[in-house]
Every structure is written in C-alpha cells, then in structure tokens.
C-alpha cells in the first residue's frame, strides 16, 4: 500500500564518511516511510560514495551534493592541517550550499520544515537558525559518548585534562560506568593529534545550549541498550531512535532495504560453504588503518587459529613487503585460499547475519557496533580512534557481548 504523502520536508546533512552516511540515509528512508520528503545533502564525494554503493535511488529521497574542492575524496587520517583545511572548506562551501537549498525551496511549492544535521556540522545550526527553521542534531555515536562530551564542556574538562596520561586513573561520570582513561573519546587523550576537533566540539555543544526547548537531539541507539544514558542530561529532548540499520535485517518491513556495498557475492558463496558459526570476519571500516606490524600480526593470528576467515581490506591497504616477512606461516594467508577470503569491500550487515559468521573483530565504529548486536554477533573489540575506546568499554564490560 503506497505512503499517503505528507507536508513536511526534511533537509539532512551529513559528512561525507562512511560512518556518518549510513546512518543519515537509513533515517531519511524512515522519514521517506511516513510520507514526507527528504533533501539529503553531504559532498560530490560522499555523493560518489553512495552511488556506487546503490542499485537505486529510494523514493521520497532528493540527492543534492556539494562540492568541498575534494570531488574524489579525502583521507581522514591525514595531519592535523590538512584535516582542518578539509573541514574549512566544507563549512565554507556546504554553508553556501544549504543558503542556497533553503531560500530556493522557500520559494517553491515544498519549502524546507525541518533541517537535521549530524556531528561536527555547527554551522548547519546556524543556518537553521538563521532561517529560523525547526532543526535537530542526529547523533549517530552512542548516547554515553554524548553524555562524555556535555560533561566534559560542563565542568568536568579539568579533572579529565589533568589526569589521562595515567592510564590508572578512573573517572565516574553521573549515569555513565566507571570509566578509566582508555574508554573516553580519542579526542581526550594526550595521544589526539587533532586538537581543533575537541573545538569543533565545544562550538557544537555551545549552540546546543542556545537552543530552544523544542529541540530534540536525535540518538542513534535504543532504550534497552542504553537506558541510564538516554535520561541522564535533563537539558535536552534526547530520543534513542536507532538502531539505524537497514530494515531487512531489522525488523522486515521493508526488504527493499537491504545494505549497499561489495561489487561481488562471491563471499557469500563462499560464506554459505562454512560450517555455522566457524567464520572470524575481520573489518575495520572506511577510515582506519593498521599499522604493517598490526597487519602481520593480525595475519599470523588469523592463520594460528585454523578458523576460516573473511578479511576486509580496503583498497590502498597492504601486507607488509614480502622481503620483510619470512615467516611460512603468515604467507599461507596469501596464497592458500581455502583457509581464508579477502574482498576489498562488502555488505557488512549481510555478512554478519550469515549464519556462518562466528565473530568479528572490528574497530568498534559505532555503525558496525549496532550492526553486530542486531545480529547477535560477538566481537573482539580493536579500537583505533574518536568515540571507539567508549564503544569497545561498553561492548566488554557493560553489554559484555565482546572482549578487548
């Protein structure tokens, strides 16, 4: 039965990673759901991204790209410059893009009557307010690491700042667990090379404060997962809308909704081909990058444990040089096939609910967090950056679905 349309017309936008688009496009299918229309706005890259990665476009949803100066992409794990010259110029330019977006529909038969935008977009909110248009914040980490950030900003920055270069040390957080220098956000830490993002992150919580009471502060998680977090900050509407996965592996209601990306199913023949549950499937996102000696030793475990395994790596990625490894063992991973499969991409979520996968190791982006618990997959928790040391605390010791 078709969707009655309605009047409203959501404006999303969104980062052009990964882990901030698959989020944002999941929740403009579910507002695509109820009738209403959505504009969905990120980079000609983040654009690209998705094209590739989409047989077709879902109804109710218009694509409008910009352009950052960097069509054909940029590496989030460049210097600390290079970073903020990125960010920059995506303000500048997606600031202009979303001026324009929004006076052209005013004048138009669809006006805009809700502007959503996820993290470390501020200047979306200035934009909303600016043309006064209802707006919220899509929160695509989990609630904790939310309440981490508005503690931090609210007076608890300089007994965090004074002590994480222990590693003993412990903080206890109101609602939050115990939690010990490793399990704050990256940004945190005396290790963060990208000072300016906890800045970013300051301007973000301060207009939050501005904001009116009818703004609400959309969670990617849910009540059961995260009850204490979701309720422990009374100045905001805060709602756990997730899990933001694609409804065929959630809850059936829509099955043309299935996860984009892998150009090939031949890991799923060769998925299908395995025992159940006797599959380690190894991913660690569209950003993070090993170290060779990680690499080699990820291989040699992977090897040692007899396990067959299917291994993501992304394209750019690579062994050590094959002079430098002269253990027998470690190169079975390259040239005996039958123990293991590596694709430079795939359908995760299709992957984990194969009844063949017996756990992943994973960074613990908060994507293939959800993902993994949706699918009832244990995880050995690697993580790398950002919000990932929170994940992976919650994923050992408050879920207790992994280990670290």
């Known amino acids: 039965m078709a969707v009655q349309e309605n009047q409203n017309h959501f404006l999303l936008v969104t980062s052009p990673a990964q882990g901030h688009i698959n989020p944002t496009l999941q929740f403009a299918k579910r507002l695509t759901s109820t009738g209403a229309h959505v504009t969905f706005v990120t980079s000609v890259h983040g654009q690209k991204r998705m094209s590739n990665n989409s047989t077709a476009s879902p109804d109710g949803i218009t694509f409008v790209p910009f352009s950052d100066g960097y069509d054909d992409g940029f590496n989030f794990m460049s210097g600390d410059d290079e ?24 004048k138009g038969h669809r006006p805009i009557t809700c502007l959503v935008y996820t993290l470390l977009l501020p200047w979306a909110a200035e ?14 980490q989990p609630a904790t690491v939310f309440d981490i950030f508005y503690y931090y900003f609210s007076g608890y920055s300089e007994v965090i700042d004074d002590n994480t270069s222990d590693p003993s040390y412990s903080i206890k957080l109101p ?71 694609p409804s065929t592996f959630l809850d059936c209601k829509d099955m043309s909704d299935k ?32 170290t060779n000696k990680q690499m080699e030793e990820l291989a040699r475990g992977l090897v040692d444990s007899g396990r067959p395994f299917l291994w993501v790596i992304r394209s750019g990625e690579s062994f050590p040089k094959e002079q430098e490894d002269k253990n027998e063992r470690y190169n079975e991973i ?33 994507n293939s967090t ?8 244990p995880v050995v928790a690697f993580p790398q950056w950002t919000d990932q040391g929170t994940n992976a605390k919650l ?3 408050v879920w207790k679905m992994g280990v670290r």
């Not at 998925?271 to 996102?285: A, H, M, Q």
């Not at 959800?370 to 997959?377: A, Q, R």
Request: contains cysteine; proline residues 4%.
């Open 83 to 106: 970073l903020h010259h990125y960010m920059s110029e995506v303000r500048r330019c997606g600031k202009e893009a979303l001026v324009d977006l929004v006076v052209a529909h005013a």
């Open 127 to 140: 934009v909303a307010r600016e043309y006064q248009l209802q707006s919220a914040l899509l929160w695509i």
């Open 175 to 245: 609602c939050l667990p115990l939690l010990k220098s490793q399990d704050l956000p990256s940004f945190f830490l005396p290790s963060n090379t990208y000072s300016w993002i906890l800045k970013l992150f300051e301007e973000q919580f301060g207009l939050l404060l501005e904001e009116t009471e009818s703004f609400q502060i959309l969670v990617n998680t849910f009540d059961e997962l995260e009850p204490e977090p979701l309720k422990a900050i009374d100045k905001f509407k805060i709602s756990g809308i997730g899990p933001l996965v």
């Open 259 to 290: 996860s984009s990306g892998g150009d090939s199913k031949d890991y799923i023949k060769w998925l299908s081909s395995k025992n159940k549950s006797s599959v380690v499937y190894v991913s660690f996102g569209s950003i993070a990058v090993l």
């Open 334 to 366: 390259l040239c005996e096939e039958h123990k293991g499969m590596i694709v430079p991409w795939c359908s995760q979520v299709e992957v984990l609910n194969h009844p063949s996968i017996g756990c992943f190791v994973t960074h613990c982006g908060w």
């Open 370 to 377: 959800l993902e993994s618990i949706s699918m009832g997959v």
């Open 395 to 397: 994923i050992e010791d």
